[in-house]
């Protein structure tokens, strides 16, 4: 099966990485989604379907992100994420059977565009294509874990992939190398988090990064999460003016379309704010739900925004998994959006002013 040797996709090139890994060969697509938490609180993707190159700088907490799209391919988007999630979700699942992992991954394109919700005709797989080639050609510059030493971490999503091709150019393999950054952040089992399947169905990027955002700091708390929206717009790393972020979120918040999770946004001043809470509307089950968070010494809901700070810069692209519970509640304080706290009546409050009619 000769295979394609366009730029990045070459047969074995020499000093390949392959050649040093054993392949981690996907069996499977049934595996529950599983989202990668450090991907799910900061903006590591363009959130536009329309191609990036300005950078993401992202500081905050003493944490550092910068995301860089090259001009040829533009930045991996919110969709070509899906790639990294299909990928996590196939580790974790062959870790939880005993099986042996690598970085190096095998699989086929079937099995891939099938297990996040997507067809699998021509068009997918010259999207798929596109999708990788972001990946790979995104560079990221973070300090993100590396403890009270500042250090700086460079990768790409992807660090070389190949698609395997018959004589007649039908697709029967791909092959990819993650980086080791991203698998180290997916073997350590704290750092990833199951998520609700329907995610694959949501089509808008904004949609998309709110649920993450959701997933990680509401989790299943009944009083969920409480944002500040200018907090939420530098978060983004979206390229939108805040006027324009906060008027999206207006929309979504009408719509309700986030699986699992109720949005209410109401003002207090001149802050416009967004409190996050788990709904019945989940697709997937969960056991044994918290009372409530309790964060920086308040006993109420944790709330995010105020003080942050934060370089702006951001702008999507890429679908086999049954829906399966997910019995893990989110109990983590994040230090960099946890810095002040709402108690019950004051979390009543707000949503009683949503109920009222406010924005």
């Known amino acids: 099966m000769p295979g394609d040797v366009s730029p990045g996709r070459g047969r074995f ?137 500042w250090r700086r971490h460079q990768f790409s999503w992807i660090n070389e992939w190949e698609e395997l091709t018959t004589r007649d150019g039908r697709v029967e393999g791909m092959e990819f190398v993650l980086p080791d950054w991203f698998y180290r952040g997916v073997i350590d089992r704290s750092l990833v988090l199951t998520i609700d399947p329907q995610y694959f169905r949501l089509t808008g990027g904004i949609e998309r990064w709110l ?43 009408a719509r309700q379309p986030l699986p699992g999770y109720r949005l209410d946004i109401w003002r207090e001043g001149r802050r416009e704010m967004m409190q996050i809470r788990p709904s019945g509307l989940s697709t997937v089950p969960v056991n044994n739900p918290v009372d409530t968070l309790v964060t920086s010494g308040a006993n109420g809901i944790g709330t995010s925004g105020a003080a942050q700070s934060g370089f702006r810069a951001h702008e999507p692209q890429l679908s086999l998994w049954p829906e399966k519970q997910n019995p893990t509640a989110n109990l983590e304080s994040n230090k960099e959006s946890n810095f002040s706290s709402l108690t019950r009546a004051h979390a009543r409050h707000g949503a009683a002013a949503t109920r009222r009619g406010a924005p």
């Open 13 to 149: 090139a020499q000093g390949s990485e392959r050649e040093r890994l054993d392949p981690f060969v996907v069996a499977t697509g049934d595996a529950s989604p599983r989202d990668q938490r450090d991907l799910m609180e900061r903006p590591f993707f363009s959130l536009a379907k329309v191609k990036r190159v300005a950078p993401i700088l992202y500081d905050s907490g003493g944490q550092r992100v910068e995301v860089h799209g090259m001009p040829e391919h533009g930045m991996a988007t919110i969709w070509d994420a899906d790639v990294l999630i299909w990928a996590a979700s196939q580790i974790v699942e062959a870790e939880n059977h005993g099986l042996r992992t690598s970085r190096f991954l095998r699989f086929t394109p079937y099995q891939l565009l099938q297990a996040i919700g997507r067809a699998t005709g021509a068009r997918e797989y010259r999207l798929l294509k596109g999708a990788l080639a972001r990946l790979q050609s995104t560079v990221i510059r973070t300090t993100i874990r590396h403890g009270e030493h």
């Open 211 to 253: 649920y993450r955002v959701a997933r990680k700091h509401a989790g299943h708390q009944p009083h969920g999460w409480l944002f500040e929206i200018a907090h939420l717009h530098e978060k983004s790393g979206s390229l939108a003016r805040i006027s324009d972020f906060a008027l999206d979120l207006r929309r979504i918040a």
